[in-house]
């Protein structure tokens, strides 16, 4: 991976986090062990592992397993954000039946409060 390809990645990373955390109430950090131990872009996020794409050709299967199977590793839920040049943050939210519904960054955090009050009895 080039250096510019990389650093693309981590600005996108920091850019969703940065949204995601406001929405949520709560500053949210990179993974920056995910290169070296093939984790997710983000564990920070309780219940869930959280894979974040910043390209034009959409992979989208392809990045749903490789979300699915960082969080199997962790034992969470797996999440996907993804986004094109001027185009708004998509998500994938993992469903009850194992599958996953597209929805926008909104939803995603919607999704992230309902499980956590569901399982925490709190938004955080």
């Given at each position: 991976m080039s250096a510019a390809s990389r650093n693309k990645g981590q600005k996108a990373e920091r850019e969703l986090?940065?949204?995601l955390?406001?929405?949520l109430g709560h500053v949210l950090q990179r993974n920056i062990?995910?290169?070296r131990g093939g984790g997710a872009d983000c564990?920070?996020?309780?219940?869930?592992?959280?894979e974040i794409k910043r390209q034009e050709r959409?992979?989208?299967p392809a990045w749903w397993?490789?979300?699915c199977e960082q969080a199997e590793r962790v034992n969470a839920e797996p999440m996907l954000f993804y986004r094109r040049n001027r185009e708004p943050w998509q998500a994938y939210i993992h469903t009850i039946d194992g599958k996953y519904r597209e929805g926008t960054l909104i939803d995603?955090?919607?999704a992230i409060r309902e499980k956590w009050a569901r399982l925490f009895g709190v938004y955080a």
């Amino acid at each position: 991976m080039s250096a510019a390809s990389r650093n693309k990645g981590q600005k996108a990373e920091r850019e969703l986090l940065k949204l995601l955390g406001e929405e949520l109430g709560h500053v949210l950090q990179r993974n920056i062990t995910q290169t070296r131990g093939g984790g997710a872009d983000c564990l920070e996020v309780r219940g869930f592992s959280i894979e974040i794409k910043r390209q034009e050709r959409l992979s989208r299967p392809a990045w749903w397993r490789q979300a699915c199977e960082q969080a199997e590793r962790v034992n969470a839920e797996p999440m996907l954000f993804y986004r094109r040049n001027r185009e708004p943050w998509q998500a994938y939210i993992h469903t009850i039946d194992g599958k996953y519904r597209e929805g926008t960054l909104i939803d995603a955090a919607c999704a992230i409060r309902e499980k956590w009050a569901r399982l925490f009895g709190v938004y955080a």
